[in-house]
Nanobody
């Protein structure tokens, strides 16, 4: 089973930027779709962004489109989430996840392995 470790969260003012990283163990990283999700207190986990196995295709939630960028480095077994123009409503725990499906999916239940999460707090 793939193990995922997120990092890069923190406290930032509205309008600021953060870059999240997710390091994966194992030799199958390049065969998996990778996704980022977030969960705010009292809310369900929601899709943020996902990237195809090769990195040539990405999907974003409407709420982050134009502000967030997902990327991956298969040589480093790492996926990134660059977050710009952050808003207070982006405050949440952010999780990366692995999906063995061939195509990008946005449903959390279609992802098999999850990291422990990293907290992002955006102050107004």
């Amino acid at each position: 089973q793939v193990q995922l470790v997120e990092s890069g969260g923190g406290l930032v003012q509205a309008g600021g930027s953060l870059r999240l990283s997710c390091a994966a163990s194992g030799r199958t990283f390049s065969r998996n779709v990778m996704g980022w999700f977030r969960q705010a207190p009292g809310k369900e986990r929601e899709f943020v962004a996902a990237i195809s196995r090769s990195g040539d295709s990405t999907v974003y939630a409407d709420s982050v489109k134009g502000r967030f960028t997902i990327s991956r480095d298969n040589a480093k077994n790492t996926v990134y989430l660059q977050m710009n123009s952050l808003k207070p409503e982006d405050t949440a725990a952010y999780y990366c996840a692995v999906s063995t499906r061939v195509s990008i999916r946005t449903t959390p239940s279609l992802y098999e392995s999850w990291g422990q999460g990293t907290q992002v707090t955006v102050s107004s």
